[in-house]
Nanobody, 120 residues
Framework: QVQLVEYGGGSVQAGGSLTLSCAAS????????MGWYRQAPGNERELVAS???????NYADFVKGRFTISRDNAKKMVYLQMKSLKPEDTAVYFC??????????????WGQGTQVTVSS
């Protein structure tokens, strides 16, 4: 059974930094794109950043220059370094990955989410 588990959420003051980590586990054949999404109360879930298996990255405009996504394919992990955090970055952050488990086809998996709270 494939699982994604996030680490590193918490509370920080505006201007501060946090790093989120996400670990994939299970009987995995391939991990394609990985990414981070977020959902604030009353809002839809939105893409924050994504990274391909080859390392190509994509960022939402609202985090460009402040957040950095990276991955370690050997460890099956993806990271999100967040700097210059703003109160509007407050949300539950979800890890996402397109994974092919042994004996199955590629499909998206989601973590359980981790809360990030930025106070002014």
């Amino acid at each position: 059974q494939v699982q994604l588990v996030e680490y590193g959420g918490g509370s920080v003051q505006a201007g501060g930094s946090l790093t989120l980590s996400c670990a994939a586990s299970g009987i995995i054949r391939t991990i394609n794109a990985m990414g981070w999404y977020r959902q604030a109360p009353g809002n839809e879930r939105e893409l924050v950043a994504s990274i391909s298996s080859g390392g190509s990255t994509n960022y939402a405009d609202f985090v460009k220059g402040r957040f950095t996504i990276s991955r370690d394919n050997a460890k099956k992990m993806v990271y999100l370094q967040m700097k210059s955090l703003k109160p509007e970055d407050t949300a539950v952050y979800f890890c996402n990955a397109d994974i092919m488990a042994i004996g199955t086809v590629v499909r998206p998996y989601w973590g359980q989410g981790t809360q990030v709270t930025v106070s002014s």
